[in-house]
C-alpha cells in the first residue's frame, strides 16, 4: 500500500549510509572510476556519452580502448571517426556515438580553447549534452556540486519516498531544493550502484536490502 509521507532528510541520510556500508565491496559506476583514474573533465565527458544506453561492463573497456588512441581534444580530432567507432564498439549507437565525440571535441577546441567549459549552462550547448552529462561532468570532473538523475537515481528516489515526481528532470531539481547539500556529489554513483544491483526496475531484491524497513516501495508490485 502507498504511503503518503515523504522521507525526511534525516532518513535520506541513513539511506546513503547504509547503502555505502552495503556496497563497499561493489565497483563505482563506469564514469565515476574514469574520474577517479584520470582526473580529466574531458575524459568525464566522453566517458558519459559512450555510457548512454550502454552497460558499465561495455562503457568503461570501451573508454579504455578508446583513451589509450587519444586523451585529449586535439589528438581526439586527429583520430580517423572510423578508428573511434572501431575502439569504442559495442556501446550502444556506437557510429552516432563517434560523430557526437568529434562534434564535441571540435566545439571544444574552437570555442573554449581546448578547455572543457566549467559551467552547466555552456556544457548545455554542446550538442549530445543533456542534464545528466553536464551534472556528471561537475561532479566527476570538475569536483563541484551537481544531482546527476538517471533512470536509476529517478526511480529510487521515488521508490523509497523521498520525492513524486514523474521525469528524471522533475527529479534533479525536486533534489535540487531538498537534498542536504552534502550528500549531492555521491548521490548519483550510490544510487546507480544499488540501482543495478539491488534495487532493479522490476522485481528489486527487497528482503536483500539494506533499507528495506525505511524504504516506502512505491510503485513495487512485484519483488524478491
Not at 552497460?55 to 589509450?68: G, I, K, M, N, V
Not at 556506437?94 to 564535441?104: D, E, M, P, V
Not at 550528500?183 to 522485481?203: E, F, H, M, R
Amino acid at each position: 500500500m502507498r504511503r503518503h509521507s515523504y522521507l525526511t532528510n534525516v532518513q535520506i541520510e541513513e539511506v546513503i549510509r547504509r547503502m555505502e556500508t552495503a556496497m563497499e565491496d561493489l565497483p563505482d559506476p563506469s564514469v565515476t572510476l574514469v574520474g577517479k583514474k584520470w582526473n580529466s573533465p574531458f575524459l568525464v565527458l566522453i566517458s558519459c556519452i559512450l555510457s548512454l544506453r550502454t552497460r558499465d561492463e561495455t562503457t568503461l573497456p570501451a573508454s579504455e580502448r578508446l583513451f589509450a588512441l587519444a586523451m585529449t581534444p586535439e589528438a581526439m580530432l586527429r583520430l580517423p571517426i572510423a578508428t573511434i567507432e572501431k575502439a569504442i564498439y559495442p556501446v550502444g549507437f556506437y557510429k552516432t556515438k563517434a560523430q557526437t565525440i568529434h562534434g564535441l571535441c571540435r566545439d571544444i577546441m574552437g570555442k573554449y580553447s581546448g578547455q572543457v567549459p566549467e559551467r552547466i549552462e555552456e556544457l548545455l550547448t554542446m550538442n549530445g549534452v543533456g542534464r545528466k552529462t553536464a551534472n556528471l561532468v561537475m561532479i566527476e570532473g570538475f569536483n563541484k556540486p551537481g544531482i546527476c538523475v538517471d533512470t536509476h537515481v529517478h526511480r529510487i528516489s521515488n521508490r523509497l519516498g523521498y520525492v513524486r515526481t514523474t521525469s528524471p528532470d522533475e527529479t534533479e531539481w525536486a533534489l535540487r531544493d531538498k537534498l542536504p547539500k552534502k550528500l549531492w556529489a555521491d548521490y548519483n554513483s550510490n544510487l546507480v550502484t544499488w540501482g543495478q544491483n539491488i534495487c532493479k526496475p522490476i522485481s528489486p531484491m527487497c528482503t536483500e536490502c539494506a533499507v528495506n524497513d525505511i524504504c516506502q516501495r512505491n510503485g513495487v508490485l512485484i519483488s524478491r
